[in-house]
T-cell receptor, first 115, second 112 residues
Framework: AQTVTQSQPEMSVQEAETVTLSCTYD???????LFWYKQPPSRQMILVIR??????QNATENRFSVNFQKAAKSFSLKISDSQLGDAAMYFC????????????FGTGTRLTIIP | SQTIHQWPATLVQPVGSPLSLECTVE??????LYWYRQAAGRGLQLLFY??????ISSEVPQNLSASRPQDRQFILSSKKLLLSDSGFYLC???????????FGPGTRLTVL
């Protein structure tokens, strides 16, 4: 079974600075998707960015980018120019391409933005 | 793009009472639908998923059940709630490409 590990329970960053959140995963599959979701205090899960495993190019969405290292099974999220609205729990998730295509989540990283 | 509605937003129920949570989806057809539960301070756990009307698969044995009476309606039920059923319940659906899941606003359930 796949597992997702987020080793940083909490992170903090100064406003306007850059922060990187770590995620590693374990799988024997070669074709899958990886996601970062943001959960603000409202608790709705909001998609931040996704990466297809067969694509070597790292995904980017405005201030959010990933560093996808397939061989190392690492998928970190970089947030540039951090804003107060970025404060949230961030979850890394893995999606298999087989069976029910369910998402397997990490335990999350709580990000605090320091004004 | 898809929009997911969940209700109620908040629910407080006594132990042993029944439960019905509803999820409806707009803006997409034939989505895969999912029910997740999030315990306090934890990640999400998949409870049920559905690839079509009347097709339900369970991931975790428990006293909950799910039904999909219409293409874009997904219901989570219980005949008798347990204290351990407390949590935050999220409904998710796939988009047109089926490779990404989008989440609804969630229901906070407290069982007393």
């Amino acid at each position: 079974a796949q597992t997702v590990t987020q080793s940083q329970p909490e992170m903090s960053v100064q406003e306007a600075e850059t922060v990187t959140l770590s995620c590693t995963y374990d799988t024997s599959e070669s074709d899958y998707y990886l996601f970062w979701y943001k959960q603000p205090p409202s608790r709705q899960m909001i998609l931040v960015i996704r990466q297809e495993a067969y694509k070597q190019q790292n995904a980017t969405e405005n201030r959010f980018s990933v560093n996808f290292q397939k061989a190392a099974k690492s998928f970190s999220l970089k947030i540039s120019d951090s804003q107060l609205g970025d404060a949230a729990m961030y979850f890394c998730a893995y999606r298999t391409n087989f069976g029910n295509e369910k998402l397997t989540f990490g335990t999350g990283t709580r990000l605090t933005i320091i004004p | 793009s898809q929009t997911i509605h969940q209700w109620p937003a908040t629910l407080v129920q006594p132990v042993g009472s029944p439960l019905s949570l509803e999820c409806t989806v707009e803006g997409t057809s034939n989505p895969n639908l999912y029910w997740y539960r999030q315990a306090a301070g934890r990640g999400l756990q998949l409870l049920f998923y559905s690839v079509g009307i009347g097709q339900i698969s369970s991931e975790v044995p428990q006293n909950l059940s799910a039904s999909r009476p219409q293409d874009r309606q997904f219901i989570l039920s219980s005949k008798k709630l347990l204290l351990s059923d407390s949590g935050f319940y999220l409904c998710a659906c796939t988009g047109s490409a089926y490779d990404t899941q989008y989440f609804g606003p969630g229901t906070r359930l407290t069982v007393l």
